[in-house]
């Protein structure tokens, strides 16, 4: 088993710890201008939506620009009313499954940034008919306990409408597989580790690229804050960073990519056609830097990619992806092996980019 990154593992720790559903992803641009702050070189600025970006320039004049995106906010909830028992009603933000709601613990934010524990109820088997319980409870039918006996206590502690609700499970972890990492957040927060790692990577080196890491906003919500960024800061070459499906557990149609297979080099999804040419440029790259990968393809789903190659004129676009188990629920599981792996694709593709490249990747 390979030695493992150190800073990856504490990186990956302390990024799934953090809560930031769209609309309120603060506190990882501030983490990650922290985690970036000592590097020379690196200029920050914002857009309107909140989406961070750190840009390297090159001395070459007429230098060509990459970015890599990756967005910063996590699937969720909202309070949406307190009844008068003291029971909170929520709204998902992001794509959830009803299965994977009940009976979970929560944290929901005070605009204060006071933190509260709850759980969401559930109703004891015994008291289900044969039929109920084979049923997906819709989330409009669930509430959050907290414990509460009124809602006059509820708002006491300085709970209202519109407070972030998250995942709460306690902290992100290893597995007795060091490699691996179950936390929450994974979608989208190993991404920005990985972001942060490649930035660190290439802050010695001189270049012949303009280099732009994109921490986007309210992607669970439309890839919105991959539009607006990407409007302000457009690249010649993107690259959208995210997770995707871990293949290789009970139930799940067999396929090439999982935990441990490296990058995953995405074909499709339901939002973009990959650039061919900057997907077969890559895959030089992989090769010839021994690079684990694999390719990739979702029906269903999709990434900042979406919008970032439909900005403009067109940029030349693709996703690269990090398997993920257990994805859009509570906890999810990656391996550090693959997060490795992106970096290293990503920081070679850099280094060897040039005008001369890019001008191969044009269409004539």
């Known amino acids: 088993m390979k030695e493992l990154n ?52 090159s001395k070459l004049k007429n230098a060509p620009t990459i970015s890599f995106t990756t967005h910063m906010d996590e699937v969720g909830f909202l309070v949406t009313s307190i009844d008068s028992n003291g029971f909170i009603k929520f709204t998902p933000i992001g794509g959830w499954w009803g299965h994977v709601v009940l009976a979970q ?17 559930s109703i004891p088997p015994h008291l ?5 319980a084979q049923r997906v409870v819709k989330i409009d039918k669930m509430f959050l306990d907290l414990g ?21 499970h306690g902290t992100a972890f290893q597995t007795p597989n060091p490699n691996r990492i179950i936390g929450k957040a994974h979608d989208n927060r190993i991404s920005v580790v990985t972001g942060i790692e490649i930035m660190r990577e290439l802050s ?24 607006t960024s990407t409007y302000k800061w457009t690249p010649d070459v993107a690259f959208a960073i995210d997770v995707t499906i871990g ?3 009970p139930g799940l149609t067999p396929k090439e990519t999982k935990l441990g297979t490296g990058v995953a080099l995405s074909m499709y999804d339901s939002s973009i056609i990959g650039n061919p040419r900057l997907i077969h440029s890559v895959e030089e790259v992989a090769k010839k830097n021994k690079i684990k990968y694999t390719f990739d393809g979702l029906a269903n789903g999709g990434t900042d990619a979406g919008v970032i190659h439909l900005t403009k004129d067109g940029v030349l676009t693709m996703t690269l992806s990090i398997p993920s188990r257990y994805m859009h629920s ?9 997060v490795q792996q992106t970096v290293n694709l990503v920081v070679e593709y850099i280094k060897n980019f040039s005008n001369e490249k890019l001008e191969g990747l044009k269409y004539k």
Do not use: C, W
């Open 128 to 132: 289900l008919t044969r039929e109920t």
């Open 247 to 249: 293949n290789g557990t």
């Open 204 to 227: 010695n080196e001189e270049l012949d690229v303009n280099v732009i890491f994109v921490a986007s906003t309210q992607e669970e919500v439309g890839l919105r804050g991959a539009r």
């Open 148 to 168: 509460m006996t009124s809602k006059k206590e509820v708002e006491k502690l300085g709970i209202q409408i519109g407070d972030m609700i998250t995942p709460d």
């Open 105 to 121: 613990r929560m944290m929901i934010t005070t605009r204060k940034g006071e933190k509260y524990i709850g759980v969401v109820g």
């Open 6 to 57: 150190k800073r990856l593992v504490l990186d990956s720790i302390k990024y799934s710890n953090l809560n930031g559903i769209a609309g309120h992803e603060e506190n990882i641009a501030n983490a990650i201008k922290d985690d970036l702050k000592n590097i020379k070189g690196l200029k920050f600025e914002r857009d309107g939506l909140g989406s961070l970006a750190v840009i390297k320039k």
């Open 330 to 338: 509570h906890i999810s599981m990656v391996d550090l092996q693959d």
